[in-house]
C-alpha cells in the first residue's frame, strides 16, 4: 500500500510539474528528462517510466484537468439537458463555467488554461486524436442543446460558430490578464462582472443573423 501510494504521489508530482511547464514552454519546449529533474523525483527517466512516452504524459494532463472540471460540467449541463425548453444563456453557462472557474482555481488553474492553449494549437495528428478522444463526445451534447436553443441557425453554421466560442472559450481565458494591460489601460472589471460580458460576448456570436 505504502509503494502504491508513493507512486501515485509521484504520478502526481509529474503531472503538476508537466502542466506548469508546458504552459509556460510549449508542448515542444520541455524534455520528458526535464520534467522528472524538475518534478523532484529520483530518477531521471521518471516520467517515461510512470507514462510511457510524451503522448502518454500529456493524456495524463488532460485527465487530471478534466477530473476537475468533469463533475461541474455534468452537474449543469445534465441540467440543460432536463430542461424542457433551454434557453441560449442556460446552455453557454454550463458549457463555460467549468473552464472559466480554473482562471480562479485552484492554484494550477491558469496553468491549466495556457496549457490547453497551447494543446488546442498543437494540428499534429496524435494531439487532435486525444482532444477528439476526450472532448468529442461533449462537442455533440453541446451541439444538440445549442439546435434546441439556436433551431433556426442552420446546423453547418452553428458548428462554425461554435468552433469559433472554443477558440475564444480557450484563449480568451488563458490570456485573461491581457485585460490589464490594454491599449486603453487595465479594463479587466471584477470577476463577475467579466464572467457575464463573456458570456454577452459568446451568446451574441452564436445567436447572430445569419449573413446569407
Known amino acids: ?22 504552459a509556460r514552454h510549449g508542448l ?8 522528472s529533474a524538475e518534478s523532484g523525483t529520483r530518477n531521471s527517466a521518471a516520467a517515461h517510466y510512470h ?21 461541474q ?28 472557474s480554473l482562471t480562479l ?4 488553474g491558469p496553468a491549466a488554461l495556457r496549457f490547453m492553449a497551447h494543446l488546442h494549437a498543437d494540428n499534429t495528428p496524435d494531439i487532435v486524436e486525444l482532444l477528439n478522444t476526450h472532448f468529442r463526445p461533449d462537442v455533440e451534447r453541446i451541439e444538440a442543446q445549442l439546435c434546441r436553443a439556436l433551431p433556426d441557425v442552420p446546423r453547418d453554421v ?5 468552433a469559433f466560442t472554443f477558440v475564444s472559450l480557450i484563449h480568451g481565458a488563458a490570456e485573461i490578464d491581457m485585460l490589464s494591460h490594454t491599449p486603453f ?12 460580458y463573456f458570456l454577452d ?12
Open 1 to 22: 500500500m505504502a509503494r502504491a501510494n508513493h507512486g501515485e504521489a509521484t504520478r502526481k508530482k509529474i503531472i503538476l510539474t508537466a502542466l506548469d511547464r508546458y
Open 28 to 35: 515542444d519546449g520541455v524534455s520528458l528528462r526535464t520534467i
Open 51 to 71: 507514462f510511457g512516452s510524451r503522448q502518454g504524459l500529456l493524456e495524463a494532463v488532460v485527465s487530471f484537468i478534466t477530473d476537475h472540471t468533469r463533475p
Open 73 to 100: 460540467f455534468e452537474s449543469g449541463f445534465r441540467s440543460v439537458e432536463r430542461d424542457p425548453a433551454p434557453t441560449l444563456r442556460d446552455v453557454v453557462r454550463a458549457v463555460t463555467t467549468p473552464y472559466l
Open 105 to 108: 482555481a485552484p492554484d494550477w
Open 158 to 162: 452553428l458548428r462554425i460558430r461554435l
Open 185 to 196: 489601460g487595465n479594463i479587466r472589471p471584477d470577476d463577475l462582472t467579466l464572467f457575464n
Open 201 to 212: 460576448f459568446i451568446e451574441g456570436g452564436l445567436a447572430a443573423p445569419s449573413s446569407d
